[in-house]
Nanobody, 123 residues
Framework: VQLQASGGGLVQTGGSLRLSCVGS????????VGWFRQAPGKEREFVAS????????YYADSVKGRFTISRDNTKDTVFLQMNSLKTEDTAVYYC?????????????????WGQGTLVTVSS
């Protein structure tokens, strides 16, 4: 499956953004999808994950209560709604797909990756 992430941009502290990840192929609904991020000079870290068909979700503690992951299976799209953004949320955000269909916080569980979209939160 191929992934296309979009929706990044510049926002002030406390603002909101919605990222989108569009998957190609008829079977995208069967994939678990995760969002990861990588800030300059730091390792890639898990943000959120959603299971196939949207049956389960999982969040990193750092974003729990502020970010919401969802999917529209009719449009082969997974969203990451980000509210109450903080400067420490600044990073390149990547979406990834896991053929096993579950929720995973390890990047090694995902076989396909999108190109990344930059989110910059200014104070």
């Amino acid at each position: 499956v191929q992934l296309q992430a979009s929706g990044g941009g510049l926002v002030q502290t406390g603002g909101s953004l919605r990222l989108s990840c569009v998957g190609s192929g008829r079977t995208f609904v069967r994939y678990g999808v995760g969002w990861f991020r990588q800030a300059p000079g730091k390792e890639r870290e898990f943000v959120a994950s959603i299971a196939r068909y949207g049956t389960a979700t999982y969040y990193a503690d750092s974003v729990k209560g502020r970010f919401t992951i969802s999917r529209d299976n009719t449009k082969d799209t997974v969203f990451l709604q980000m509210n109450s953004l903080k400067t420490e949320d600044t990073a390149v955000y990547y979406c990834a797909a896991a053929g096993r269909g579950g929720i995973y916080d390890s990047h090694s569980s995902y076989e396909s990756w999108g190109q990344g979209t930059l989110v910059t939160v200014s104070s």
